[in-house]
């Protein structure tokens, strides 16, 4: 079969719910939708156990109460106060709310737990978790050893395996399927297989997208190779705006020069920082509780101890994580993980020798903007007036890192990231179960009344072949990429270089156009899927960069050289960028929460 036959060729299949992506959040959602009755496919361009879930290392929070008093309330306040006050107070509330249940459920799903003495879950201190709204340290962060993720994604694959969810692994969701006409309703999605090449379209009443981060964006950081922005990418395709891409967290403590990371459960087990002096530095930056601020805090400590000459080694470019005062026993079985990495990348003990650590890009706090019920909402009039007021866009579901429910704000609480993805996994599914009893009869939307046509015009692009003399490769493009968000769009901001970040990404935006394919083969085509990838990727480098320039401020994990405080009078709002002509618009904070007074936003101390 020819290449553009191929493209010109599919099969087809029907399903209530099609859900993109097969990391914590997307096999959540899957396993209680296939328990309530409905015919469910997960799509995952690797191997389910392969998802980036699987590298969460220090835990999920709730407050169980289990190693001291703990309270829901004290874990809302401490993420709102976490996310610099950007975090929708309604979202954040239930997320706290629910998390106590939630754990138990995975918990008798089969999930592995470390235990205290008493035999209840062990849980841990983790950065900007507290007692009494502030008061003293919690320990809230649940965990097995420092292997949490790989904990939960593995007994939720197991689950679903029982449950018959249907599983379309190695396979490459290329567009959002829509019915044709000006209103946005989300009927399925166009897939490859990655083996082969072929085209299928899945069509769906409904339609979730779970695929993760994009933190591939900047050359140094924690993610998995796959973390490429996919779902991203399809919205802003489909015309869906991305909320608040201004705020990346860069995790304090990566593998130094490499990015790998190194939990926060080393600080939470009494890990210290110390720069090239041997000094516990946090004291001058969180002086009541040092090493556990918040990682927006403790990775601008790094940063600036670096700058100003304290770094360690022969570049004077990172400092050390010193966990040798800590027994051994503590390292060996709570942290073996964080061990192994250490001596399989550095060749340090971390038993004999502290760890050289430096930020590195972890993860993203905008998204997809949602409700709390993990539906797809955009502004009713987006560049009117009245930007509170939203709708729902039909048949369109987000949960996890690609979405933005906005319960982490301008920063993440370390923990956090874990419980998001099966709250709001959960509360997606129940969501769509309702829908589903409300109307259960087949989607009305067919290939004539669709985009589907245009969908396989535009995939064309790739089976064109390239000029064998030119220069221009997916590599080449990614890695300028990678360099111009790492150097411009960092830790630290101002205004000159992001202006640059711009309009270098629009330069490579016009070279991307350009490019074609070396590789036309139909088996096992990387070149081909690693294009596809780097498109998702420019669509969230240029929303973040546009997003960031346009943000007079610093708050949370974006912080400005030149506007270096917070300005709740002008900025407390969410960011949203419309890809089609780069513009943005802005929405209120929700800073409502139900059942709990409203926290007002004040200086934030550690």
């Given at each position: 079969?020819?290449?553009?036959?191929?493209?010109?060729?599919?099969?087809?299949?029907?399903?209530?719910?099609?859900?993109?992506?097969?990391?914590?959040?997307?096999?959540?959602?899957?396993?209680?939708?296939?328990?309530?009755?409905?015919?469910?496919?997960?799509?995952?361009?690797?191997?389910?156990?392969?998802?980036?879930?699987?590298?969460?290392?220090?835990?999920?929070?709730?407050?169980?109460?289990?190693?001291?008093?703990?309270?829901?309330?004290?874990?809302?306040?401490?993420?709102?106060?976490?996310?610099?006050?950007?975090?929708?107070?309604?979202?954040?509330?239930v997320m706290c709310q629910d998390a106590p249940k939630i754990?138990?459920?995975?918990?008798?799903?089969?999930?592995?737990?470390?235990?205290?003495?008493?035999?209840?879950?062990?849980?841990?201190?983790?950065?900007?978790?507290?007692?009494?709204?502030?008061?003293?340290?919690?320990?809230?962060?649940?965990?097995?050893?420092?292997?949490?993720?790989?904990?939960?994604?593995?007994?939720?694959?197991?689950?679903?395996?029982?449950?018959?969810?249907?599983?379309?692994?190695?396979?490459?969701?290329?567009?959002?399927?829509?019915?044709?006409?000006?209103?946005?309703?989300?009927?399925?999605?166009?897939?490859?297989?990655?083996?082969?090449?072929?085209?299928?379209?899945?069509?769906?009443?409904?339609?979730?997208?779970?695929?993760?981060?994009?933190?591939?964006?900047?050359?140094?950081?924690?993610?998995?190779?796959?973390?490429?922005?996919?779902?991203?990418?399809?919205?802003?395709?489909?015309?869906?705006?991305?909320?608040?891409?201004?705020?990346?967290?860069?995790?304090?403590?990566?593998?130094?020069?490499?990015?790998?990371?190194?939990?926060?459960?080393?600080?939470?087990?009494?890990?210290?920082?110390?720069?090239?002096?041997?000094?516990?530095?946090?004291?001058?930056?969180?002086?009541?509780?040092?090493?556990?601020?918040?990682?927006?805090?403790?990775?601008?400590?790094?940063?600036?101890?670096?700058?100003?000459?304290?770094?360690?080694?022969?570049?004077?470019?990172?400092?050390?994580?010193?966990?040798?005062?800590?027994?051994?026993?503590?390292?060996?079985?709570?942290?073996?993980?964080?061990?192994?990495?250490?001596?399989?990348?550095?060749?340090?003990?971390?038993?004999?020798?502290?760890?050289?650590?430096?930020?590195?890009?972890h993860y993203m706090m905008g998204g997809i903007p949602t409700?709390?019920?993990?539906?797809?909402?955009?502004?009713?009039?987006?560049?009117?007036?009245?930007?509170?007021?939203?709708?729902?866009?039909?048949?369109?579901?987000?949960?996890?890192?690609?979405?933005?429910?906005?319960?982490?704000?301008?920063?993440?609480?370390?923990?956090?990231?874990?419980?998001?993805?099966?709250?709001?996994?959960?509360?997606?599914?129940?969501?769509?179960?309702?829908?589903?009893?409300?109307?259960?009869?087949?989607?009305?939307?067919?290939?004539?009344?669709?985009?589907?046509?245009?969908?396989?015009?535009?995939?064309?692009?790739?089976?064109?072949?390239?000029?064998?003399?030119?220069?221009?490769?997916?590599?080449?493009?990614?890695?300028?990429?990678?360099?111009?968000?790492?150097?411009?769009?960092?830790?630290?901001?101002?205004?000159?270089?992001?202006?640059?970040?711009?309009?270098?990404?629009?330069?490579?935006?016009?070279?991307?156009?350009?490019?074609?394919?070396?590789?036309?083969?139909?088996?096992?085509?990387?070149?081909?899927?690693?294009?596809?990838?780097?498109?998702?990727?420019?669509?969230?480098?240029?929303?973040?960069?546009?997003?960031?320039?346009?943000?007079?401020?610093?708050?949370?994990?974006?912080?400005?050289?030149?506007?270096?405080?917070?300005?709740?009078?002008?900025?407390?709002?969410?960011?949203?960028?419309?890809?089609?002509?780069?513009?943005?618009?802005?929405?209120?904070?929700?800073?409502?929460?139900?059942?709990?007074?409203?926290?007002?936003?004040?200086?934030?101390?550690?």
């Amino acid at each position: 079969m020819s290449a553009l036959s191929q493209a010109l060729t599919y099969q087809t299949f029907h399903f209530d719910v099609v859900i993109i992506g097969a990391g914590g959040a997307g096999l959540r959602a899957a396993l209680a939708l296939r328990q309530q009755g409905h015919k469910v496919a997960v799509v995952s361009k690797v191997f389910p156990t392969r998802s980036h879930t699987v590298s969460a290392q220090g835990g999920i929070n709730a407050a169980l109460g289990n190693a001291g008093d703990d309270q829901w309330q004290w874990h809302l306040y401490d993420t709102i106060k976490g996310s610099d006050y950007l975090g929708d107070q309604d979202a954040i509330e239930v997320m706290c709310q629910d998390a106590p249940k939630i754990v138990r459920e995975l918990e008798h799903m089969g999930v592995p737990f470390s235990r205290q003495e008493d035999g209840k879950i062990y849980q841990r201190a983790f950065g900007g978790q507290s007692q009494h709204y502030g008061k003293s340290q919690a320990k809230r962060t649940c965990a097995a050893a420092d292997r949490t993720g790989h904990a939960i994604l593995h007994a939720l694959y197991q689950q679903n395996l029982h449950a018959g969810t249907e599983i379309f692994s190695e396979y490459f969701a290329l567009d959002l399927l829509r019915q044709n006409g000006s209103d946005l309703l989300i009927c399925g999605v166009l897939v490859q297989n990655l083996q082969t090449s072929e085209l299928s379209v899945l069509w769906a009443k409904h339609t979730l997208l779970a695929t993760g981060g994009a933190g591939q964006i900047f050359r140094t950081n924690s993610n998995a190779s796959i973390n490429t922005g996919d779902g991203l990418g399809m919205a802003q395709r489909a015309g869906i705006p991305l909320q608040d891409m201004e705020f990346w967290q860069f995790h304090p403590t990566g593998v130094a020069g490499k990015g790998m990371l190194i939990s926060e459960a080393t600080r939470g087990e009494g890990g210290i920082l110390r720069n090239a002096n041997g000094e516990a530095f946090m004291g001058r930056y969180a002086p009541k509780v040092k090493e556990l601020a918040s990682r927006d805090v403790v990775t601008r400590a790094i940063a600036l101890e670096v700058e100003q000459g304290r770094g360690c080694g022969p570049a004077q470019d990172h400092v050390l994580l010193d966990l040798t005062h800590l027994p051994h026993d503590v390292i060996e079985n709570r942290l073996p993980g964080i061990r192994e990495i250490s001596r399989t990348f550095l060749g340090i003990d971390p038993l004999e020798a502290p760890i050289p650590i430096f930020p590195t890009c972890h993860y993203m706090m905008g998204g997809i903007p949602t409700n709390l019920e993990g539906q797809v909402i955009l502004p009713k009039q987006p560049m009117g007036a009245n930007h509170s007021e939203q709708i729902a866009v039909p048949g369109l579901f987000a949960i996890g890192e690609c979405a933005c429910v906005s319960v982490h704000g301008a920063n993440r609480l370390g923990g956090n990231s874990l419980l998001d993805i099966v709250v709001f996994g959960r509360r997606a599914a129940n969501a769509i179960h309702q829908a589903l009893l409300m109307a259960p009869h087949e989607l009305a939307v067919t290939e004539d009344t669709s985009n589907i046509s245009a969908l396989l015009q535009r995939y064309q692009r790739w089976l064109e072949p390239a000029n064998p003399e030119t220069e221009l490769t997916v590599f080449s493009l990614k890695t300028e990429l990678q360099k111009i968000m790492e150097r411009h769009c960092g830790v630290f901001r101002d205004q000159a270089h992001m202006q640059q970040a711009v309009n270098q990404l629009e330069h490579l935006e016009h070279q991307f156009a350009a490019l074609r394919l070396h590789d036309q083969s139909a088996l096992f085509n990387f070149e081909r899927s690693s294009a596809l990838e780097l498109e998702n990727l420019l669509a969230v480098a240029k929303a973040t960069a546009y997003s960031a320039l346009a943000r007079q401020e610093s708050r949370g994990a974006h912080s400005r050289v030149d506007f270096s405080e917070r300005d709740d009078q002008n900025w407390l709002k969410h960011t949203l960028f419309y890809a089609e002509k780069a513009q943005l618009t802005y929405k209120p904070v929700n800073l409502t929460p139900k059942h709990h007074a409203p926290f007002v936003p004040e200086k934030r101390v550690y």
